[in-house]
């Protein structure tokens, strides 16, 4: 199948194909994702076959206006109307139970709620509306790698397993929406997944929000299916490097003394320091501050393992945990494997 690349004129003839069952990437404001008819369950099944996605993990229904959830959800609580009045469109996915049997199985892994989310991009908004259904939409990269913040990195994963991809350039946030459960209807709202919508953001609206057990203790066992795969990975090792540390140095010289290729994703200054000694570099932040940082953290995951030098090593900045820091650091761990550089 040839992948063709739509630009934002081309939005009625992208919308045909999802409406025959086809497979078009589409661009949020987050990361791309992988659209498909998610009333059509032969098209959805196909999304899973294109990523290579395990089928217990469920995907999220992408919608343009709020009443397009009807069909799915009985009732909203009044925390649901804030939240969605809020922050939609834009980087927050809502778990709800749904009625039983309104969305296929292959959409919802099995379970009996679902998770939605309108996007903040006018090009995919425009391609919901003419496609007149709504699509299901997992990040549009090959199971396991980076997510695609540009629509390079979706034709690179998945050239000749979709139809099309809508181009629109760089993502602005670069990492995918927060995920928040909202299925209890007695209990508070639980983020599964932090992104660029932060748990402090979410309390200023409806007061206290929860966080995952899973993602704060190692061994428990996810809410979102998605968070318990390998994730984000790059075939190269990844080493985050500590912030209180900052013992670039020495992690540059153990990587030498292991005759390892060595790639370094950080901010202006750390690379201004140390490029002349590694093999190859990508610039994670101007000004060192995590906005700019999580939106390079996959397009450099991606970069450097890409680089003509076979980089063995990546070492990386981390950031604080707070505000969107939460999000960074949770892709960055995953990425590493909760590996930090010690010395040795
Ligand atoms: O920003 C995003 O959310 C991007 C863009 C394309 O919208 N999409 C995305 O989809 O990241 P995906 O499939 O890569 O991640 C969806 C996450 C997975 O971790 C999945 O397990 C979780 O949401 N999820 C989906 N439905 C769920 C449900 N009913 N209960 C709990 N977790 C759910
Ligand atoms: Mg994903």
Same mark, same amino acid.
């Given at each position: 199948?040839?992948?063709?690349?739509?630009?934002?004129?081309?939005?009625?003839?992208? /919308?045909?194909?999802?409406?025959?069952?086809?497979?078009?990437?589409?661009?949020?404001?987050?990361?791309?994702?992988?659209? /498909?008819?998610? $009333?059509?369950?032969?098209? =959805?099944?196909?999304?899973?076959?294109?990523?290579?996605?395990?089928?217990?993990?469920?995907?999220?229904? +992408?919608?343009?206006?709020? *009443?397009?959830?009807?069909?799915?959800?009985?009732?909203?609580?009044?925390?649901?109307?804030?939240?969605?009045?809020?922050?939609?469109?834009?980087?927050?996915?809502?778990?709800?139970?749904?009625?039983?049997?309104?969305?296929? &199985?292959? @959409?919802?892994?099995? #379970? %009996?709620? !679902? !998770?939605?989310?309108?996007?903040?991009?006018?090009?995919?908004?425009?391609?919901?509306?003419? %496609?007149?259904?709504?699509?299901?939409?997992? %990040?549009?990269?090959?199971?396991?790698?980076? &997510?695609?913040?540009?629509?390079?990195?979706?034709?690179?994963?998945?050239?000749?397993?979709?139809?099309?991809?809508?181009?629109?350039?760089? $993502? @602005?946030?670069?990492?995918?929406?927060?995920?928040?459960?909202?299925?209890?209807?007695?209990?508070?709202?639980?983020? #599964?997944?932090?992104?660029?919508?932060?748990?402090?953001?979410?309390?200023? @609206?409806?007061?206290?929000?929860?966080?995952?057990? +899973?993602?704060?203790?190692?061994?428990?066992?996810?809410?979102?299916?998605?968070?318990?795969?390998? +994730?984000?990975?790059?075939?190269?090792?990844?080493?985050?490097?500590?912030?209180?540390?900052?013992?670039?140095?020495?992690?540059?010289?153990?990587?030498?003394? *292991?005759?390892?290729?060595?790639?370094?994703?950080?901010?202006? &200054?750390?690379?201004? $320091?140390?490029?002349?000694?590694?093999?190859?570099?990508?610039?994670?932040?101007?000004?060192?501050?995590?906005?700019?940082?999580?939106?390079?953290?996959?397009?450099?995951?991606?970069?450097?393992?890409?680089? /003509?030098?076979? =980089?063995?090593?990546?070492? @990386?900045?981390?950031?604080?945990?707070?505000?969107?820091?939460?999000?960074?650091?949770?892709?960055?761990?995953?990425?590493?494997?909760?590996?930090?550089?010690?010395?040795?």
């Amino acid at each position: 199948m040839d992948t063709k690349i739509f630009e934002e004129n081309k939005i009625a003839e992208a /919308a045909e194909i999802i409406q025959a069952g086809g497979l078009v990437a589409f661009p949020t404001e987050t990361v791309y994702g992988l659209g /498909a008819d998610a $009333t059509n369950e032969r098209a =959805v099944k196909q999304v899973y076959a294109a990523k290579g996605r395990p089928s217990d993990n469920p995907l999220i229904v +992408h919608i343009a206006q709020i *009443q397009a959830i009807s069909p799915y959800v009985d009732n909203f609580s009044e925390i649901a109307v804030k939240l969605m009045d809020t922050f939609w469109p834009g980087p927050l996915t809502l778990i709800f139970p749904i009625k039983e049997g309104s969305l296929s &199985s292959v @959409v919802t892994g099995g #379970l %009996s709620t !679902a !998770a939605f989310r309108m996007p903040n991009n006018t090009k995919t908004l425009a391609l919901i509306k003419e %496609s007149g259904v709504p699509l299901v939409g997992p %990040s549009a990269n090959t199971s396991g790698k980076p &997510s695609p913040t540009t629509a390079e990195h979706v034709f690179h994963d998945l050239k000749g397993k979709i139809a099309g991809i809508l181009d629109d350039g760089k $993502t @602005v946030v670069g990492l995918e929406s927060t995920v928040l459960d909202l299925s209890d209807p007695e209990g508070l709202p639980v983020i #599964l997944r932090p992104g660029a919508v932060t748990k402090e953001q979410l309390e200023a @609206v409806v007061g206290t929000v929860l966080i995952d057990q +899973h993602l704060i203790e190692e061994n428990e066992a996810p809410k979102a299916p998605g968070m318990k795969y390998k +994730h984000y990975a790059p075939n190269a090792q990844v080493q985050m490097i500590s912030r209180e540390k900052r013992n670039w140095q020495e992690a540059i010289d153990w990587a030498k003394k *292991q005759q390892l290729v060595i790639g370094l994703l950080a901010s202006r &200054s750390v690379l201004e $320091t140390f490029e002349e000694q590694v093999d190859a570099t990508y610039l994670l932040s101007e000004q060192g501050l995590v906005e700019e940082a999580t939106q390079e953290l996959f397009a450099g995951l991606r970069f450097l393992d890409e680089d /003509a030098s076979q =980089v063995a090593v990546i070492f @990386v900045e981390t950031f604080s945990e707070d505000g969107l820091g939460a999000a960074y650091m949770n892709r960055l761990k995953k990425a590493a494997n909760q590996k930090y550089f010690e010395e040795q």
